[in-house]
């Protein structure tokens, strides 16, 4: 795939006749309701128009299709904000900063930084789609077994930081996590465990039924419990950021571009990963990391920023290679074929028009995305004014919906009303929530890549230090998981001399 302005200038020419233009703003408006939507996610989005898109042209077809994906990445933030409900998997470490906000009053703040970040991290994102998608693509073919458990190791080393001060009670939510996911069938062997006889169970437990009944049916059953008139009663001050904070959040945006950009390239490496990472990372790197988990509005600029530029990250090796870094991609990836378009190095030479418009379109519609998200985050912001006695029914309709609606399985809105009362107990005893979460979404990939590597290995755990990027990211891990523990010790440690000065 060689770069060329010319094919660049082509791909927006294509991209800016009026036919595709609309197909475009209907991918984003589609998109972007399906990430407010809980539980359909963009995988199904995109399935279910499938078929539609057989009576239009394929280069409107794929980008209308491509503009679902990203606009839903887009508008998984928005529930995520105003009521607590990640729409998307990817929109979980959203709520943990972004949610705060909105009980300060500054849903609007947060919705507009959100679109501000996810725009800039989109648009660099393409950049790098556009300039350099062989090299990078060579960089995410350079991992196997090995190095996706070492990546996944350090992302669930993460726990810790999650956890604040509460330690113990983050490693019992993980256990959770972990748990949950063990459900199921071996992925490699196929063999039952945890089942219990029951058939429901084979296939194990959704990640999208857990964090609905996590955050939405806890939310409002904690509501219920305090017989709330509104989700939050704090009065509304401010619909958009300030350009100080758009300012202070400026290195957030670039950093979380880089992270999500690089991870992104990696098979497997999904945006509900990338975005913890990213979020972590910001946390880390910040003077006041206290602010965190408060309504840092870093803490919402950061996860989706990443979110977004993971998205933009994974037509890399899609176009370059034909491989598919998650669901979606390998949906997209399915119109494709069927409109005879084989992804790979060879789709740039025999159809250079078709891919260039495409990448061209992504650019056009992340300003669409933008031009259609940042007018409506006071009509968002005004979700909060409806009454509770109104809003939590729909809330649990729509949770109700969205679980069913995964697998069309009456057993996935059990599970989801289940976890709304794991959610609500773990709310009440302070435990948090985000380590269940993170353990939940990288529990399969990790027990995959150790089972795979020890294969190769013949059993030697050495693989996971004597290959350079594993050993890496091993180091980088278990160095996270020191220096989180140390940071724990000291956190405890004046407690410890009070009592013992008090004795």
Same mark, same amino acid.
């Given at each position: 795939?060689?770069?060329?302005?010319?094919?660049?200038?082509?791909?927006?020419?294509?991209?800016?006749?009026? #036919?595709?233009?609309?197909?475009?703003?209907?991918?984003?408006?589609?998109?972007?309701?399906?990430?407010?939507?809980?539980?359909?996610?963009? +995988?199904?989005?995109?399935?279910?128009?499938?078929? %539609?898109?057989?009576?239009?042209?394929?280069?409107?077809?794929?980008?209308?299709?491509?503009?679902?994906? $990203?606009?839903?990445? $887009?508008?998984?933030?928005?529930?995520?904000?105003?009521?607590?409900?990640?729409?998307?998997? @990817?929109?979980?470490?959203?709520?943990?900063?972004?949610?705060? %906000?909105? /009980?300060?009053?500054?849903?609007?703040?947060?919705?507009?930084?959100?679109?501000?970040? @996810?725009?800039?991290?989109?648009?660099?994102?393409?950049?790098?789609?556009?300039?350099?998608?062989?090299?990078?693509?060579?960089?995410?073919?350079?991992?196997?077994?090995?190095?996706?458990?070492?990546?996944?190791?350090?992302?669930?080393?993460?726990?810790?930081?999650?956890?604040?001060?509460?330690?113990? /009670?983050?490693?019992?939510?993980?256990?959770?996590?972990?748990?949950?996911?063990?459900?199921?069938?071996?992925?490699?062997?196929?063999?039952?465990?945890?089942?219990?006889?029951?058939?429901?169970?084979?296939?194990?437990?959704?990640?999208?039924?857990?964090?609905?009944?996590?955050?939405?049916?806890?939310? !409002?059953?904690?509501?219920?419990?305090?017989?709330?008139?509104?989700? $939050?009663?704090? /009065?509304?001050?401010?619909?958009? &950021?300030?350009?100080?904070?758009?300012?202070?959040?400026?290195?957030? =945006?670039?950093?979380?571009?880089?992270?999500?950009?690089?991870?992104?390239?990696?098979?497997?490496?999904?945006?509900?990963?990338?975005?913890?990472?990213?979020?972590?990372?910001?946390?880390?790197? +910040?003077? #006041?990391?206290?602010?965190?988990?408060?309504?840092?509005?870093?803490?919402?600029?950061?996860?989706?920023?990443?979110?977004?530029?993971?998205?933009?990250?994974?037509?890399?090796?899609?176009?370059?290679?034909?491989?598919?870094?998650?669901?979606?991609?390998?949906?997209?990836?399915?119109?494709? =074929?069927?409109?005879?378009?084989? &992804?790979?190095?060879?789709?740039?030479?025999?159809?250079? /028009?078709? !891919?260039?418009?495409?990448?061209?379109?992504? $650019?056009?519609?992340? !300003?669409?995305?933008?031009?259609?998200?940042?007018?409506?985050?006071?009509?968002?912001?005004?979700?909060?004014?409806? &009454?509770?006695?109104?809003?939590?029914?729909?809330?649990?309709?729509?949770?109700?919906?969205?679980?069913?609606?995964?697998?069309? %399985?009456?057993?996935?809105?059990?599970?989801?009303?289940?976890?709304?009362?794991?959610?609500?107990?773990?709310?009440?005893?302070?435990?948090?929530?985000? &380590?269940?979460?993170?353990?939940?979404?990288?529990?399969? %990939?990790?027990?995959?890549?150790?089972?795979?590597?020890?294969?190769?290995?013949?059993?030697?755990?050495?693989?996971?230090?004597?290959?350079?990027?594993?050993?890496?990211? =091993?180091?980088?891990?278990?160095?996270?998981?020191?220096?989180?523990?140390?940071?724990?010790?000291?956190?405890?440690?004046?407690?410890?001399?009070?009592?013992?000065?008090?004795?």
């Amino acid at each position: 795939m060689l770069f060329s302005w010319d094919l660049l200038l082509t791909g927006f020419a294509d991209a800016l006749t009026w #036919t595709n233009l609309l197909w475009a703003l209907v991918g984003c408006l589609v998109g972007t309701l399906i990430g407010v939507l809980p539980g359909i996610g963009p +995988s199904a989005g995109i399935a279910i128009l499938l078929p %539609m898109t057989t009576m239009i042209p394929p280069t409107s077809g794929i980008i209308m299709m491509a503009a679902i994906y $990203y606009g839903a990445m $887009y508008g998984g933030s928005t529930t995520a904000i105003v009521v607590n409900i990640p729409g998307e998997a @990817s929109s979980v470490p959203t709520c943990i900063d972004g949610y705060e %906000m909105a /009980k300060q009053g500054r849903a609007g703040a947060a919705l507009g930084i959100s679109a501000i970040s @996810s725009f800039v991290a989109g648009t660099l994102g393409l950049v790098g789609l556009t300039f350099f998608a062989p090299l990078l693509a060579n960089f995410a073919l350079a991992f196997g077994p090995p190095e996706y458990f070492a990546l996944m190791f350090m992302g669930l080393s993460l726990v810790i930081s999650l956890s604040g001060r509460a330690l113990l /009670k983050g490693m019992i939510a993980t256990s959770i996590g972990l748990l949950s996911s063990l459900i199921g069938q071996n992925p490699l062997t196929g063999a039952a465990r945890l089942t219990f006889g029951v058939v429901d169970l084979m296939a194990g437990l959704n990640f999208i039924s857990i964090i609905i009944g996590l955050f939405a049916v806890s939310e !409002v059953m904690i509501n219920v419990e305090a017989a709330a008139t509104h989700i $939050y009663g704090t /009065k509304i001050s401010g619909w958009m &950021p300030t350009w100080a904070e758009i300012r202070q959040c400026a290195g957030t =945006m670039l950093r979380s571009t880089g992270i999500g950009f690089f991870l992104g390239l990696l098979p497997g490496c999904a945006p509900a990963v990338t975005t913890f990472i990213a979020y972590d990372v910001e946390k880390r790197v +910040s003077k #006041t990391p206290e602010r965190f988990g408060k309504g840092a509005i870093e803490g919402v600029a950061a996860p989706e920023g990443a979110n977004n530029a993971t998205t933009s990250a994974g037509f890399v090796p899609l176009f370059a290679f034909g491989l598919p870094t998650g669901p979606a991609l390998a949906v997209l990836m399915g119109g494709l =074929m069927m409109y005879g378009l084989q &992804p790979g190095p060879m789709l740039f030479q025999t159809n250079p /028009k078709f !891919v260039w418009a495409v990448i061209a379109s992504m $650019y056009i519609g992340n !300003v669409m995305l933008l031009v259609l998200n940042l007018p409506l985050v006071g009509f968002w912001a005004r979700i909060a004014l409806i &009454p509770f006695p109104v809003l939590g029914p729909l809330i649990i309709l729509c949770s109700v919906i969205g679980a069913y609606s995964i697998r069309f %399985m009456l057993f996935d809105v059990w599970v989801a009303l289940l976890f709304g009362g794991i959610g609500y107990g773990m709310r009440k005893l302070h435990f948090p929530i985000a &380590p269940l979460v993170l353990a939940t979404v990288l529990a399969q %990939m990790l027990e995959t890549s150790l089972q795979q590597s020890l294969l190769i290995s013949q059993g030697s755990w050495f693989i996971f230090f004597n290959r350079p990027i594993a050993g890496f990211f =091993m180091v980088l891990a278990l160095a996270s998981i020191a220096r989180g523990i140390w940071i724990q010790i000291r956190s405890h440690a004046p407690e410890i001399a009070i009592d013992d000065a008090d004795e």
